[in-house]
């Protein structure tokens, strides 16, 4: 089952336009993008986060 990306009302999977307000729905290649999408925003923020953690790779100027 999926929701309606526009009104919220569930569907079945692989529903191309809502029967309710016949948005289009979200096909499987934008899925995967999404996915990808995210899973470089996680790799990024690990990114972030190990560099934070690291004190030595900062400069220390006194
Ligand atoms: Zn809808």
């Known amino acids: 089952?999926?929701?309606?990306?526009?009104?919220?009302?569930?569907?079945?999977?692989?529903?191309?336009?809502?029967?309710?307000?016949?948005?289009?729905?979200?096909?499987e290649p934008l899925l995967q993008r999404l996915r990808m999408e995210a899973q470089q925003i996680h790799a990024y923020r690990l990114q972030m986060q190990a560099q934070q953690a690291n004190p030595y790779q900062q400069q220390r100027r006194w």
């Open 1 to 27: 089952m999926g929701f309606c990306v526009n009104c919220g009302q569930q569907h079945p999977d692989g529903t191309k336009f809502c029967r309710y307000c016949g948005n289009q729905q979200p096909g």
